[in-house]
């Protein structure tokens, strides 16, 4: 059942540290503020976790080759891809080494390589390496002939995107953090060192506010402040998904030479077998519409077909769209305000699954420039969360399992309970699904609904007759 944020237990308490907005950033900020010894509060306003930006994204885990050299976004994704790799076995969290080439479609296109493959050394990623046609249809025979030749980008990989952020979030529960969801900040006051936070489950005291508001980050900022550094102008993105069947007629993730507003169009395998193609860049004033529409699906399918001619044949089994809290700098706006106790993580566009580790690092030593300091946790203890990724053992090849109730993506009666208890237990369906991938596969939910609804009776805050976002 939902979190309980009235509680006497939160009421009374003073904490180092608030985190507003339970997207990557914020759980992977809770993490790594509770880690070095903070206690920490996240505060929620949607029922679940990752119900914004992080909600639909390409799970790509960026090298940073492409990125401004000299950029905080740079910074933040070198460092958040090495610390992604350090913690993955420990976490159990997954990495399809995949790879990726930019494509290159004509000859002005294929004249920009040589200034992507400079870029990508001036950001330390010396591994890329031109491809001719030739080369690029040996690598992927699955590629439209039209190539014309690519920079190979060894590093950059596919991950989970839901899991990852999950896992950082239940270990920071796990040794110490607490978590209220459904607990929107209204407003807030700080006087005398400390913040009095207004939500809608009453007030809460903290010495330090950290802005994790994704999409809602400027005007959280306006009410905490009186102004905002930056403004958020959403970015959608539409993204289609091909059954598993089709995923293996590419191995790297493909890439179009970018431009200055977007990456561009992508195709690649997801970490649960299938292919992805998207997002768009579509600049809207909605802040929660993620909509998808009929013209740009197919204008994706053709995209889509067009690079892999062979997709035609494969059928489409999802679609979904993701709103980047894009703003008017290309930079991310991450700000202290030292005076204030608060700190301002803004407009993290389109790499913060990659950044988020790197993102929190960076804030914790604003935090401690801030004059804070902290006991560091010695023995912190690391969750025991069940893999997705076709890479590793799932559940279902386990005994004890309790049997198979999703057939299309394999899910089993233990995932699904697990994920319906415990500390971060799933409170709609939308929550579920991230956390089990229960309903996502070729039937979209047609077998496994009356089970599920059996199972889920009375456990979810959102009841699974609400419609599905
Ligand atoms: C189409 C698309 C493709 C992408 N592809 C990639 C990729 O391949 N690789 C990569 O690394 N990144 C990618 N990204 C980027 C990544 O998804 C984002 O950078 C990231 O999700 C931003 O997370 P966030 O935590 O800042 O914001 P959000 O996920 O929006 O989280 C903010 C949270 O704050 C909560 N909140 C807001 N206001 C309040 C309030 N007043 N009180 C309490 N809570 C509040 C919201 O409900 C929300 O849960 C992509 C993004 C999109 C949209």
Known sequence: MPDDPSSDRIAGEEFDVVVIGSGVVGCAMARRFTLEGARVLVLEKAADILDGASKGNSAILHTGFDAEP??????????????????????????????????????????????????????????????????????????????????????????????????????????????????????????????????????????????????????????????????????????????????????????????????????????????????????????????VDANTLQALHNKGVEIIPELANHSVTATYAGIRPATEFKDYCIQPYAEQNYISVGGIRSTGLTAALGIASHVFRLYQAMGNSHNQIDNFVVPDVLPLAESLERNWSKPGNGGIVCHCELVTRHEIEQALSGPLAANSLAGLKRRTRATMGRCQGFYCSAELSEMCANRLQIPLSEPLT
Not at 118 to 145: C, F, I, M, T, Y
Not at 153 to 159: K, L, W
Not at 221 to 236: M, V
Not at 270 to 288: C, H, K, M, W, Y
Request: glycine share 8%; proline share 4%; with cysteine.
């Open 70 to 291: 000299g950029s905080l976004e740079q910074h933040c994704i070198q460092a958040g891809y090495e610390e992604y790799l350090q913690v993955k076995d420990e976490l159990n969290l997954p990495v399809l080494e995949s790879g990726a080439l930019v494509v290159a479609w004509n000859a002005a296109e294929a004249e920009m390589l040589g200034g992507i493959v400079d870029k990508a050394r001036a950001n330390s990623v010396r591994d890329v390496q031109h491809l001719s046609s030739a080369q690029l249809l040996v690598k992927e025979p699955g590629l439209s002939k039209k190539a014309f030749a690519a920079v190979e980008v060894p590093r950059e990989f596919v991950i989970d995107p839901w899991t990852t952020p999950y896992t950082y979030l239940l270990q920071a529960i796990e040794n110490g953090a607490t978590v209220k969801r459904d607990t929107a900040v209204i407003d807030a006051d700080f006087a005398a060192g400390l913040w009095q936070i207004e939500t809608n489950r009453g007030k809460i005291t903290a010495r330090t506010v950290i802005n994790c508001a994704g999409l809602y980050g400027d005007l959280l900022e306006q009410k905490l402040l009186g102004q905002s550094a930056f403004e958020i102008r959403p970015r959608k993105g539409q993204f289609l998904v091909f059954d598993k069947s089709a995923s293996r007629l590419i191995d790297s993730i493909i890439l179009p030479v970018p431009n200055e507003i977007t990456k561009g169009i992508v195709v690649c395998r997801t970490i649960f077998g299938n292919l992805l193609v998207g997002p768009t860049a579509e600049e809207q004033q909605s802040r929660d519409d993620a909509s």
